[in-house]
């Protein structure tokens, strides 16, 4: 299979997740008297990757909570401004496959508001947690969202949705975080984080290999992660690894959003 405009050997649909306090709040971990809108995430680790992809000259794709569209709006705004696509993962990262049909559209409905609000448009969606509802596609078409990007499954378009899903294997959080070590036991990776070095070489093995085989994958990076000088050191090694794919057309890498455009046209009306 050939990936792109330019019709290449692989494809790399680059993206981000999160941004701020708002998974924290969700949890109710978020303290009481701290306060709002001053995340590292977003003051720090955000303005040095924004510089980072733009010195590789690489397109990503930002799920972001809506509530930043509140919290942080310059910020919003700047990922925009720099060319990256925005698109929604929830209002304050819910947990999505828990969520009644009616919330479920309140969230979506009110997500959307916000990111209009500050001038950007979204077309994409990545439910907190990797899954949807039984009602998602219904929900998302009437939101006026067309792609999204759940846990597993395949590239494809189905009932007027381009997915573009992911697999946990290409998530930082999955390799980094102790919250992910019964998910990883379950899938037998093993409980135990990786370190970040030995993260990095993995996740630029994968692209390498999706290269290789004619094969698309999507590749999840966060942003809070990144505080962790040794993590962000492997970001830079991934990024320019990218790049590198990308200038010896090997890979078409890619935001999600030029991804499901693409598999639209190829689908045809």
């Given amino acids: 299979m050939a990936f792109g405009p330019d019709r ?5 649909v680059l993206t981000f997740d999160n941004l701020g306090e708002a998974s924290e709040l969700e949890r109710g971990t978020w303290p009481p008297d701290a306060p709002l809108g001053s995340h590292p995430s977003v003051t720090v680790a955000l303005p040095r990757l924004l510089d980072e992809l ?9 799920f972001v909570e809506a509530i930043n569209c509140e919290l942080y709006p310059d910020a919003v705004r700047e990922i925009a401004a720099r060319g990256h696509e925005l698109a929604i993962h929830g209002w304050r990262h819910e947990q999505w496959e828990t969520l009644a049909p009616a919330r479920e559209r309140e969230l979506l409905v009110r997500s959307a508001r916000a990111f209009t609000a500050l001038g950007v448009d979204t077309t994409g969606f990545r439910p907190p947690g990797g899954r949807l509802t039984a009602r998602s596609p219904e929900l998302l078409r009437a939101a006026g969202i067309y792609w999204c990007s759940p846990e597993g499954g395949a590239f494809e378009l189905r009932g007027g949705i381009a997915y573009v899903p992911f697999e946990w294997q290409h998530v930082d959080a999955y390799h980094l975080m102790a919250h992910f070590a019964q998910l990883r036991l379950a899938r037998g990776d093993g409980a135990q984080a990786l370190a970040p070095d030995a993260l990095a070489r993995r996740l630029v093995a994968a692209v390498q ?9 999507t590749v999840i990076l966060h942003p809070f992660l990144m505080l962790d000088e ?5 970001v830079r090694e991934l990024l320019a690894q990218l790049a590198a794919l990308a200038r010896q057309r090997r890979a078409w890498v890619v935001a999600g959003g030029a991804f499901a455009q693409l598999a639209r046209r190829r689908a045809g009306p």
């Avoid at 733009?54 to 930002?62: D, K, V």
């Avoid at 040794?230 to 492997?234: I, M, N, Q, R």
């Fill in 230 to 234: 040794a993590w962000f050191a492997g």
């Fill in 54 to 62: 733009a010195g590789h000259g690489l397109i990503a794709t930002f």
């Fill in 8 to 12: 290449l050997p692989g494809a790399v």
């Fill in 209 to 217: 290999e999706a290269a290789l085989r004619e094969r698309a994958l």
